[in-house]
């Protein structure tokens, strides 16, 4: 298990820094935080303008498919660019509770068993607590109405708001805001539409698995297929995927996730589709036939002519919305424009080391695509490139900004938000410690420069292997460390964890120090039983 390597990494720090480790506690001096979700990240209630109930209806489990059609289920108004409810007593709301950070936390709090299946920023808001972070004065949420444009004037508003509001109660502290996959899009379109704003509250901007260039796997699929929240058997209890379609054709903000027409892919996105052809002879062939993005739409179109929901016994026609595409349009020219302003700095944290979706294919020689419409009831088929399983790595890199650093991390598009790896870099950007890696007691600095982690499955059991590497850099060059051998060949010792159902082991080197330096390698791996 993954947890088990964790608990080696952390001792070997430990040991590598010669402290103990540290117990939660308050620090005044951290400049506040503000957690940004993506799509699907935040909590969303249901309130009845009639009789003043609220409920939440994004996410829950009893009733959940039926809350989601009745209240979530939505038109767009081109008029406006907003997504209404089709049931006119109902506003949709976010809560604000422990200052935003409930409703981006665990997104089923009411869940008992498998609650981690629902965990959005909960890992690194327990973390960030742990680093002196509190509630209310240094650490807060933005939660939103993720079914809106990313420059919806409404949402942006309220950003604006939540800016000034944590200014104001951190004594005029500038904010630290660290955001996640399409959060990344809303937090650029407010920079590029809100400047003065954002330049005024904002001290650092860190962008986590963000869709800068668009996710085109993951949004072919979904126009076509719908889509899932969670994966495996959580999955049952939560929304249908075809119930999740209908609400995401009405979203302005899955179209802003649609690939970037002028952006230069290294592996350009296709849609692929089997295909039976007619020659003018009478005979026919099955070829295999590829859509550029601009053709896509027209796929799209076909695809869905006759799409309809069932709403209060009335059936509802929902196409592929053009009206949508021509606000996209507009919005992609304003992500285009984006600049970071002059005192504020940027970082990107993308995944990697994973297949990602890019081309997506549809039917087989055998089972050639007749008809647009049935394309719902195909299984895609695709073309992966490397990301992090929803974003490619080429897409989070290209944002167009004048970043400080852009850091590729091994990890899944949900999952890189409880990375280890992913805190430390975060600790370091935010100066939480003051010096994560400085040891004044010895003075030498413990700087991490390699870390690989791979996971596979064999004979019914998961294996995960890892490899992370240290440098311990100090200014006595002429001190041999007692813990080398006196030979001045490596020191080699071994590490294990074990708990019921999974164990791991790792071997430690520290090397002979050189020139000022001092190399520690680990090499861990854990077995655990596939549940």
């Known amino acids: 298990m993954t947890i088990l390597l964790d608990e080696i990494v952390q001792s070997l720090e430990l040991w590598l820094k010669m402290v103990r480790k540290p117990q939660p506690y308050v620090d005044p001096n951290l400049d506040p935080v503000l957690l940004v979700p993506g799509i699907a990240g935040s909590v969303l209630n249901a309130f009845d303008e009639e009789t003043g109930k609220e409920e939440r209806v994004w996410v829950r489990i009893l009733g959940a498919d039926y809350a989601f059609r009745t209240k979530l289920w939505s038109r767009f108004d081109p008029t406006t660019g907003k997504t209404e409810s089709l049931d006119p007593k109902t506003k949709i709301v976010v809560p604000e509770d422990r200052s935003g950070l409930h409703a981006i936390d665990a997104l089923d709090p009411d869940l008992v068993f498998g609650q981690e299946a629902v965990y959005y920023f909960h890992d690194m808001i327990v973390e960030f607590i742990k680093w002196g972070y509190q509630e209310g004065k240094t650490l807060f949420g933005f939660g939103y109405d993720f079914r809106q444009s990313n420059r919806l004037k409404e949402t942006l508003d309220r950003l604006a708001a939540k800016l000034e509001e944590i200014y104001n109660a951190s004594g005029g502290k500038k904010i630290n805001i660290i955001s996640h996959s399409m959060g990344g899009l809303l937090v650029k379109c407010f920079m590029c539409l809100h400047g003065d704003v954002f330049e005024k509250y904002v001290k650092n901007w860190m962008a986590i698995a963000a869709p800068f260039q668009g996710a085109p796997g993951y949004v072919t699929s979904t126009f076509l297929n719908g889509m899932s929240f969670v994966d495996g058997w959580e999955s049952n209890f939560f929304i249908s995927k075809w119930s999740f379609h209908q609400l995401l054709i009405e979203c302005p903000s899955v179209y802003e996730l649609m690939a970037c027409l002028d952006f230069q892919w290294e592996h350009k996105p296709l849609l692929e589709m089997w295909r039976e052809r007619l020659h003018a002879d009478g005979n026919s062939q099955i070829i295999l036939e590829s859509y550029p993005l601009a053709e896509s739409v027209d796929i799209f179109k076909g695809a869905l002519a006759n799409n309809t929901f069932n709403y209060n016994g009335e059936d509802i026609p929902l196409p592929y919305n053009m009206e949508i595409l021509k606000w996209v349009n507009e919005t992609r020219d304003i992500l285009s424009r984006a600049k970071v302003p002059p005192q504020v700095k940027f970082y990107n944290i993308y995944g990697v080391n994973l297949q990602t979706p890019h081309t997506v294919c549809y039917g087989d020689e055998q089972t050639p695509v007749t008809d647009l419409q049935q394309l719902r009831y195909f299984q895609p088929r695709y073309v992966c490139v490397d990301g992090d399983g929803t974003v490619p790595a080429e897409s989070a890199m290209a944002d167009g900004l004048r970043a400080e650093a852009r850091v590729g991390v091994p990890g899944e598009h949900r999952g890189i938000l409880c990375e280890h790896?992913?805190?430390?870099?975060?600790?370091?950007?935010?100066?939480?410690?003051?010096?994560?890696?400085?040891?004044?007691?010895?003075?030498?600095?413990?700087?991490?420069?390699?870390?690989?982690?791979?996971?596979?499955?064999?004979?019914?059991?998961?294996?995960?292997?890892?490899?992370?590497?240290?440098?311990?850099?100090?200014e006595d060059k002429d001190n041999n460390h007692k813990n080398i051998a006196a030979d001045g060949n490596p020191m080699v010792s071994s590490i294990s964890v074990s708990q019921e159902g999974a164990e791991a082991c790792a071997t430690v080197t520290v090397y002979p120090q050189n020139e000022g330096k001092q190399h520690v390698e680990l090499n861990a791996v854990s077995v655990s039983v596939d549940a």
């Open 421 to 474: 790896h992913v805190f430390r870099i975060l600790k370091h950007w935010l100066k939480a410690d003051h010096d994560p890696y400085y040891n004044p007691l010895n003075d030498y600095v413990v700087l991490p420069t390699a870390f690989e982690m791979e996971k596979h499955k064999e004979k019914g059991f998961e294996v995960t292997s890892l490899k992370e590497e240290w440098e311990i850099i100090t």
